[in-house]
């Protein structure tokens, strides 16, 4: 098992996020980054809340393995004990800024050199609703780290970022389903004529390419229902070996005329 499946794979729902935000370029620059001894001192990932940790120990598991594996034989990969390493410190967690108190922790635990592996690491999370003080108390940090240090600023909202700290940060933003990847289908008597002329000619395995994006639309919404069921028809049409024509029209009768079709599929074969 990847070091990804197994740090990552908690929840169905959080596998579901991952295809967007895991295949983005930035966040493999990261990772690369992490594997090379290149990452910044000072690092801001913006991703939805609920990624912050498994997002956090993807990176820090790279930043402190000592080949950039982040999953192998190493001291480092070997000290890990659930989300803890003696080389990781937490400010506050996921949805739960640190106080100022705990920064002055942090800042104490940073001051040691590593244990086991060559770098000590701090995550900070939910570091766009930190309170001033503690924020401000981090500025020294992040300007100036021992350069066995690496700070990781965990957050949802960019634009909260205290400035001071966003300019001594390098900021990255990942993708997430929150922030649209997802594409309406079409909805009025219009849009599904323009959009059947335009795809007569596709090929199965393009239409079936076309709904993904649906699915991601019907996910950022809420309507996990529709996504379950277009993802069902989805795979329907992987597994069944049907005609373009049959195709087509299976999705206008799903979609367009909103048939609840477990019902109507032992009526079509
Ligand atoms: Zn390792």
């Known amino acids: 098992m990847s070091f990804f499946s197994s740090v990552l794979k908690t929840d169905e729902n959080t596998e579901q996020n991952c295809a967007s935000w895991m295949d983005s370029p930035a966040w493999k620059r990261l990772l690369f980054l992490a594997s090379k001894r290149a990452f910044p001192h000072s690092c801001a990932v913006?991703?939805?809340?609920?990624?912050?940790?498994?997002a956090a120990l993807a990176?820090?598991?790279?930043l402190l393995c000592e080949n950039g594996s982040g999953d192998d034989e190493c001291r480092a990969c070997?000290?890990?004990?659930?989300?803890?390493?003696?080389?990781?410190?937490?400010?506050?967690?996921?949805?739960?800024?640190?106080?100022?108190?705990?920064?002055?922790?942090?800042i104490d635990a940073m001051a040691y050199r590593p244990v086991v592996s060559s770098r000590r690491v701090a995550v900070i999370?939910?570091?766009?609703?930190?309170?001033?003080?503690?924020?401000?108390?981090?500025?020294?940090l992040a300007e100036e780290p021992p350069e066995y240090v690496h700070m990781l600023f965990l957050l949802s909202d960019e634009k909260l970022f205290l400035p001071t700290l966003r300019s001594r940060s390098w900021t990255v933003s990942l993708p997430s389903p929150r922030s649209g990847t997802g594409i309406a289908p079409p909805q009025t008597e219009e849009e599904w004529i323009r959009w059947i002329e335009k795809n007569a000619k596709s090929e199965v395995d393009e239409l079936v390419l076309l709904l993904a994006p649906w699915i991601s639309y019907e996910v950022e919404r809420g309507a996990y229902d529709k996504a379950a069921s277009l993802e069902r028809l989805r795979l329907l049409i992987l597994t069944k070996r049907l005609s373009r024509t049959m195709v087509l029209d299976l999705i206008v009768l799903a979609l367009k005329e909103g048939i609840?079709?477990?019902?109507?599929?032992?009526d079509l074969w």
């Open 260 to 266: 609840v079709f477990e019902h109507s599929f032992g």
């Open 78 to 106: 070997a000290a890990w004990s659930g989300e803890r390493h003696p080389d990781l410190a937490y400010g506050g967690a996921p949805s739960k800024p640190p106080s100022i108190d705990d920064c002055r922790e942090i």
């Open 46 to 54: 913006v991703i939805n809340e609920d990624l912050h940790m498994h």
């Open 125 to 140: 999370f939910s570091a766009d609703t930190m309170m001033l003080p503690a924020a401000n108390s981090l500025l020294k």
């Open 59 to 62: 990176i820090v598991r790279v």
